[in-house]
């Protein structure tokens, strides 16, 4: 695992990633569907230098939980589809990294390979995409070609239920095939195999296109991809995971894991998981991996203000926020400080999540990122063209071009 300059990401989610945000005096619900408010929140982070934004999505209407779907009509339901949305963020905004979440369980690979790949172009090299699976039955049941076993990650984190395993393996073993599927997907093209010239009708080299050949347990995948190599070659993958098996998947396939610790010893847990599955996974990414933590963030004047504006939220909401990552509800100065704990820690990157759109957003561009620049961790290429190079991560050689080089010197 790399130790490099400390990034920061943003993860935008409706009103906020509290239920209750949509209700606060700062929220903006009546434009929630509309795409100049999301185009508002990225430029907000790319003025303040934020390498990234990334934008949630589902199968399904937002629900808390694993278990039978309920539609509550007293929390944010609906969403745009975070693909299509980043296309049109990315452009108007130019320089600043667009993730849109993508799932993998009932997505045909070739789909998402090159819906990434356009935005990568779209983007001019400033696409990533961030890997879900879906455990949740009712999300199944809209596509109709498969059932879902209700997942409970509770027991499935025991490691003493076999179907919960099982399920938990199929998903993320899935999910590996599909990253797998694009990676070789956004190689099938060399980076030279447009050749437009008009005077001998070659508009590419048919020699420089390639058959990506895979054959998995869930699809086959002929390629090649109907896009071009695009700016990056490789788009950056980011997976976020909780446990064993998703541990497994990001050591194996993702540029960057984002991790979930809630104390020192609990981040000291996780790196050691990820470093033994290091030693059991081939690493198929082209890269080492960089490891991200995730926090919830509400920011107020005081530490004293900050509980109370998250209490007054979930009295809102009827019952107290719980969410798998940490929550930050505090001072914009204990915020930076907790960044820079990690930081110390080995940590290369944070995703945050503001607990209120677009309020939170503010306090962390305003007053978090002035306060971790001061200290220097925020270091980067000033001119980076794109989101690998803004992340200190190489842009890949490609594999087929790479095989033929080889096999000519043999």
Known sequence: MSRTPFHLGVALDGAGW???????????????????????????????????????????????????????????RGRLDALLLA?????????????????????????????????????????GWRVQVS????????????????????????????????????????????????????????????????????????????YVDFEGENFSVKGPSIVPRSPQGQPVVFVLAHQTVPYE????????VGITPHSDE????????????????????PEALRVWTEAVVLIEETHESAVAALAALDDLHGSPYASDAVILADTAENVAAQLLRWQQAGIT?????????????????RDVVPVLA????????????????RLELARPSNRYAAELIESAHR
Not at 99 to 105: E, G
């Open 18 to 76: 509290h239920p209750a945000a949509w209700r606060d005096a700062t929220a903006r619900p009546e434009a929630l569907f509309d795409h100049d408010y999301w185009v508002s929140l990225v430029v907000e982070a790319q003025a303040a230098g934020i390498d990234l934004v990334t934008i949630e999505d589902s199968f399904g209407l937002q629900t808390s939980g694993y278990g039978p779907f309920e539609l509550r009509g007293d929390e944010v």
């Open 87 to 127: 296309n049109t963020i990315a452009a108007q905004v130019p320089g600043i990294g667009i993730v849109p979440t993508v799932t993998t369980t009932h997505t045909e690979p070739f789909h998402t390979a090159t819906g990434i790949q356009t935005l990568d172009h779209v983007s001019e090299g400033w696409a």
């Open 135 to 210: 455990g949740r039955s009712h999300e199944a049941a809209h596509v109709g070609r498969r059932e879902i076993p209700v997942l409970d990650p509770a027991r499935a984190a025991s490691g003493t239920d076999e179907q919960q395993t099982a399920l938990i393996r199929s998903l993320f073993g899935e999910a590996a095939d599909a990253i797998e599927v694009a990676r070789r997907l956004w190689d099938s093209w060399e980076d030279d195999a447009v050749i437009r010239d008009v005077p001998t009708g070659r508009f590419i080299d048919r020699d420089r296109l390639h």
């Open 249 to 256: 998947l990001a050591v194996a396939q993702a540029d960057i």
């Open 266 to 285: 609990h981040l000291e847990q996780i790196l050691g998981e990820l470093g033994d599955a290091e030693l059991t996974v081939e690493r198929r990414a």
């Open 349 to 365: 990157g944070v995703r945050l999540r503001p607990a209120r759109l677009p309020l939170d957003l503010e306090r962390i561009t």
């Open 374 to 389: 001061e200290t220097g961790v925020l270091e980067r290429p000033a001119s980076a063209s794109s989101l690998r190079e």
